[in-house]
């Protein structure tokens, strides 16, 4: 099946910096998703991306849909504590309705 | 609005027991979703359902049986609880796939079998 490495799993930060992560696939995605998982909480979506090269912002965060299909970046600027929580990146393939979701990173922002 | 609505949110099962999660949606969704997350790890599918009397496996399906009698409920079947169970439960629904494909979560089950 498809698969996604989303790294990178783990990332510890100070309050006001930049973040960014990424996920890869060896197979053609249609569309991207990114969520984000608070504790004890369900994923809520953050952005979707439906074209290659796509550039999508949403308040802090931007997240683009790369130009191979295969790919997608997210990046966070200027942190806070509440950007805490894992992300998730979900690709819809070209074959049907079940996305595939990569393993997550988690975030720790440092105030 | 209530959006994916999930009970029990916690329950403790003891080996061989058997459970039914809920999942209920009220967006009129044809696509309804069950996945499980263990630990430090992303969202395994375990089945999901195209719409109201239609349901496929997906990766994880051993263990697990489901129904979608009706398009606002998807419940999930735990017929002889096992350890290997022991995870949190997201039910997840999307609009039909030709016009967009987000998948909106409930606030999960967390299920121990001891």
């Known amino acids: 099946g498809q698969q996604l490495n989303q790294s990178p799993q783990s990332m510890f930060i100070q309050e006001g910096e930049d973040v960014s992560m990424n996920c890869t696939s060896s197979s053609i995605f249609n569309t991207w998703l990114w969520y984000k998982q608070d504790p004890g909480e369900g994923p809520v979506l953050l952005i979707a991306l439906y074209k290659a090269g796509e550039l999508t912002s949403n308040g802090r965060l931007t997240a683009q849909f790369g130009i191979t299909r295969k790919d997608s970046f997210l990046n966070i600027s200027a942190s806070i504590p509440s950007d805490v929580g894992i992300y998730f990146c979900?690709?819809?393939?070209?074959?049907?309705?079940?996305?595939?979701f990569g393993e997550g990173t988690q975030l720790t922002v440092n105030p | 609005n209530a959006g994916v609505t999930q009970t029990p949110k916690f329950r403790i099962l003891k080996i061989g027991q058997s459970m039914t999660l809920q999942c209920a949606q009220d967006m009129n969704h044809n696509y309804m979703y069950w996945y499980r997350q263990d630990p430090g790890m992303g969202l395994k599918l375990i089945y999901y359902?195209?719409?109201?009397?239609?349901?496929d496996k997906g990766e994880v399906p051993n263990g697990y049986n489901v129904s979608r009698s009706t398009t606002e409920d998807f419940p999930l079947r735990l017929e002889l609880a096992a350890p290997s169970q022991t995870s949190v439960y997201f039910c997840?629904?999307?609009?039909?796939?030709?016009?967009?494909?987000?998948?909106?979560f409930g606030a999960g089950t967390r299920l121990s079998v001891l």
């Open positions: 997840a629904s999307s609009p039909p796939r030709d016009i967009q494909n987000i998948q909106y």
């Open positions: 359902s195209v719409g109201a009397g239609i349901t």
């Open positions: 979900a690709g819809l393939g070209t074959s049907g309705s079940r996305l595939t």
